[in-house]
């Protein structure tokens, strides 16, 4: 009974200070940063301890039930521990980044608030233990996130929200009518290991359309390939919400109830006799190609890195959709690793913003004399998304192609390398231009944020962190604290190896 | 046979509620269809919900939309003239017929299967405190349903506390002695009915909601003759207002929460002492319900002033 | 055989509820509208409710409070339309 109570304080870690932080009034900034940075501060603590004492064997489960058949349950298993631990680690640092981007812009109190709000839903997605619960948390992670996409008030975020809520609202109800469906055909029973669809009787037919309704549904957040509209254009966004975005909150919410969705519902063996995973693994395919695309024809900064992320965070539903424990091994990390790389560069990108004014690609030239520190975090994000060993790209993209090798994929290889090629194509010529470019007689928009560094402190930092860890991760992925290690020991779990 | 015509006139109704262009025929025939479907509820023996329709449905929701449609823009209800005249697009046609098609589907294959949950409603009544089986699920068995319908309705409110802008018409309210000196005899009587309705509702059709309907509407007369109601310019009143608001959720949660701790769960009450607490959430509840019902109906009032809620 | 009066009844309602929304022109048609859809899923409830004597107590309690929650919907959708016409006459002058 004792460890039930856990993921309840993992939620509350993040939720009770969010509330708390919308009553703040707005000049009471030392309070509001305190609340919220020690609110952060303790809810990794949680989420570590909760780490250690998985690996030790413990489990964690609550749940409340709502009425017969229908429970709310939240569970840590080790699948939730990465996305706990990966929105922990980087709710820290956004936050800090944040409190030093909106220094004196209006509504912080909201924003936090809603920051905070958002973080918890997240933490609600990751630990959610049945579908039913996944459907709440993903819904509130939409109505969470609306308010920081449109958190300027300005026409254009406006509209943006507007698209923002029509992909994701409308994907939610898509959602609801899967879970439903299939809540009428077997019940919601906890996710499970190995899934619980195989053995019950349920006509191929009805698979297909859950299937399908509930991977339109996860696919609109993970920005799969028709349904990747809204994400470039949510880029209006302040840029630490952007980087949560992308790096963990939405994005990956969808990403990661696919992993939920095959591993657990349906169950990896399960899925690829029935023959869906190969819709995901052609979707997947095609969105990471055409992302990539994309990206290399885009001339402002923010929107080639999201087209980057369309494509990049497909590479976690191809790993899974491989249907191997390679694959699964590589699409698993990539949660971790794509979110820590692209946080890097978007955090770097709204440095080069804040700083500099500088918004464009062609304007990049000559930063590297500039902001040596940033631009050289963006250089090792940029070149971890790439792939280049040892950084933590690499590692992910190796299993990967170990996968699709023994899923006999060979087409899946081309894949992989056309994109990698493609990811040089935008990436390389922009540090090559930001290094060795002659820079400007004068910056867009020029501003003196610090004495000592190149920009302010608190936006300074966190990238520079989230870079080492692009390093760290790669270099001692073996280790069994590694996100490597952890991920071999939960697929070994999952495929009884 | 009067089941038959009753739904044919329902239904004739409804389609001319929603194909006129005028927007207050529309609301007339809306207000007229809910008495009808208030009737038909009768027919269903559900009595909790004919009274509740007849008082909430078409009574408030009538007032509401009457009084909002003074403060809409004459009329956009009807095409620009010379625009596209074609009617719904094929896609609309398709999913219709779509959603027609698996309603059918769907309730053909409910009447099939019969499930009651009568029984175990049954079952149990003896340990929910009230013999009125309704009132034993709103308020015992699915208590934490109606505490969360509460408050619902306070965020609907607070929602629209924070939509209002001070409206730039000036429109006298009825005046007279005659309508004083009327509301001033009916008032007790208002009052009485909604006691009585709260007490019944124990043992027959009756509860917070239908009495909280009536206190709504004992409210709103005091508001149209001008009398003290409730103005929030009284400071006392101010106070009493704001926990009428919020009195009938944090009552509901609180006695949720001593049942906690009473080993009875969330929401539930030891047998023993469950009337007593229905009781005392009813009350509270009503008292919110019509204070909050009245409140949305006033702030809706086309010469609302701002500072009086 | 009341019971399939009322149940195609309440289908009507949901359909006919349901046309209007999508050719509704004015923000009152369309609240109009869903509140006849809401008719509609009410009287199915208490349809099936009053299948057998005595009639099932659970859906006329989820009836009730459907109706006050119908209610709250209506009354924040006429709030918003208020609202929205209040600042097309702030922009007109």
Known sequence: MSSSFWPLAVLMSSALPGLVIFFIPETRRTLRSLLNIGAALVKLQLVVLLLLGLYAGETYHWQWSLMPGLTLALKVDALAGLFLILSAVLWLLTTLYAIGYLEHSPHRSRFFGFFSLCVSATAGVAMSANLFTFVIFYELLTLATWPLVVHRGTPQSLAAGRVYLRYTLISGSVLLLGAVILHGLVGTPDFVPGGYLADQGVATVWLWVV?????IGLGVKAALLPLHGWLPKAMVAPAPVSALLHAVAVVKAGAFGIVRLVFEVYGIEFASEIGVTDLLLVLAAATIVYGSWRALFETDLKRRLAFSTVSQVSYVALGVALAGP????????HIVHQGVMKITLFLSAGNYAETLGIHKVSEMSGVGQRMPWTTAAFTLGALGMIGFPPLAGFVSKWYLGLGAWEAGANWVLAVLLVSGLLNAAYFLPLLYRAWFGPPPPAWPQPKTLSRVFETHGLLLFPPLITAMLVVLLGLFAGLNIATLGWVQWLIHREFGL | MLDAILTLLILALAWHCVRTTDLFEAIVVFIALGMLVALAWTRLQAPDAALAEAAIGAGLAGALLLASLRQMPEMSATRAPGAKTTGLGWFWWGLWGALGLALVSGVAAIQTTSVSLMPQVQAHLSDSGVTHPVTAVLLNF????????????????MAQKQLFVPGRQTVYPLQGQVLKTAVKALLPLMVLVAVYLLWRGSSAPGG????????????????LAQLPGLSRKQGGMRLGIQAGWLGGVTVFLLVGLLGVFQGAGFMGYPPDQAGAWILLIESAAALSIGLLLASMVLV?????QEGTL | MSGLIYSLCALGLVMIGLYGLARAHHGLQQLLAINVMSAGVFMLLLTMAARHPPADAVPQALVLTGIVVAISALALGLALLRRLAAEEAESHD
Request: hydrophobic share 70%; aromatic share 16%.
């Open chain 1, 211 to 215: 299937f399908v309704l509930l991977l």
């Open chain 2, 208 to 223: 917070a909601f239908q009495s909280g309907a009536v206190l709504a509407s004992a409210w709103l007369m005091l508001w």
């Open chain 2, 300 to 304: 809706s009032m086309p010469d609302f």
């Open chain 2, 142 to 157: 699915r208590a934490l349903d109606t505490a969360l319908e509460l408050a619902v309705l306070l965020w609907a409110w």
């Open chain 1, 326 to 333: 390679f694959g699964a091994i590589g699409g698993l990390i």
